[in-house]
Nanobody, 126 residues
């Protein structure tokens, strides 16, 4: 049974806004550092950002921090990624991931996250 399930992707126009969701069935959701990654065709999986279990602290990749916001709802066990001013280069499969442990020692490489969703495709046309 999938423990992380992403949703909200689709075909978008440049300049649109989009909110992706990741619903978790991990027990104790609020204790996990949650992250978003993305992978464009032919490229490596790229760190987008992560958020502490409490939701107080976030770390967003410099390349997108002016347009991407990460949040979470620990009552609904859901992680969100809000994207504004979509660009064609945002086209990718977006994955959510989870890890236990401290946010402040969390690394940005995918190998540090043991739990993954199946991904949701975001395609942005110009």
């Amino acid at each position: 049974q999938a423990q992380l399930v992403e949703s909200g992707g689709g075909l978008m126009q440049a300049g649109d806004s989009l909110r992706l969701s990741c619903t978790s069935s991990l027990q104790g959701f609020g204790t996990y550092v949650m992250a978003w990654f993305r992978q464009a065709p032919g490229k490596e999986r790229e760190f987008v950002g992560n958020i502490a279990g409490s939701g107080i602290a976030t770390n967003i990749a410099d390349s997108v921090k002016d347009r991407f916001t990460i949040s979470r709802d620990n009552i609904k066990d859901t992680l969100y990624l809000q994207i504004s001013s979509l660009k064609p280069e945002d086209t990718a499969v977006y994955y959510c991931a989870a890890k236990e442990g401290s946010f402040y020692s969390a690394r940005t490489s995918p190998e540090n996250y043991p739990y993954w969703g199946q991904g949701t495709q975001v395609t942005v046309s110009s």
